[in-house]
T-cell receptor
């Protein structure tokens, strides 16, 4: 079974702090994604990566950056956390599948509170 | 607004009843997927239907897709208390982008 893990289930940070959210997958997937989930808004794509050192902006990249130095690890960085970044963050991965099944595998999520 | 919009936002039924959730989307798609999320957890993939398919079954799940109306429905038959969760539709657009676009979800409560 594919396993996607996230470094923390719950995180509390202060405004202005630099925050790292880590995601690791164990199935050699090329594609990895970061979403945030807010009530009434569903999941919104922040950034995604097609391969090592490659990244692309999603729909709401402002205030975030990412790092993909190794294939299995995709990090989301909040350079200077703000209260409006309080949210549930979900990481997902998918293999480079020529059959284009497109099914994403999700981590358990990190609930971030910025005070 | 979201690419995928689920309807209703919340649904409460008795165990044994059927639950139907609807999803509408705006742009052309490669496929549409349904995911389930238990409270405070990650999402789990349920079923995928391609743009050239009209109906698909998986156990107690039945998904339909009407590309002319840009809509899909998820039917859960003979619901159980364990089906209580949020359900999201997600679309993969045509044109190569592989990231999913999610709707805001339907919160299903199945009363025992």
């Amino acid at each position: 079974d594919v396993k996607v893990t996230q470094s923390s289930r719950y995180l509390v940070k202060r405004t202005g702090e630099k925050v790292f959210l880590e995601c690791v997958q164990d199935m050699d997937h090329e594609n990895m994604f970061w979403y945030r989930q807010d009530p009434g808004l569903g999941l919104r794509l922040i950034y995604f990566s097609y391969d090592v050192k490659m990244k692309e902006k999603g729909d709401i990249p402002e205030g975030y950056s990412v790092s993909r130095e190794k294939k299995e690890r995709f990090s989301l960085i909040l350079e200077s956390a703000s209260t409006n970044q309080t949210s549930m963050y979900l990481c997902a991965s998918i293999p480079l599948d020529r059959g284009r099944r497109e099914t994403q595998y999700f981590g358990p999520g990190t609930r971030l509170l910025v005070l | 607004s979201q690419q995928g919009e689920e309807d209703p936002q919340a649904l409460s039924i008795q165990e044994g009843e059927n639950a139907t959730m609807n999803c509408s989307y705006k742009t052309s798609i490669n496929n549409l997927q349904w995911y389930r999320q238990n409270s405070g957890r990650g999402l789990v993939h349920l079923i995928l239907i391609r743009s050239n398919e009209r109906e698909k079954h998986s156990g107690r799940l039945r998904v339909t897709l009407d590309t002319s109306k840009k809509s899909s429905s998820l039917l859960i038959t003979a619901s159980r208390a364990a089906d209580t969760a949020s359900y999201f539709c997600a679309t993969v657009p045509g044109g190569g982008r592989r990231a999913l676009t999610f709707g805001s979800g339907t919160r299903l409560q199945v009363q025992p």
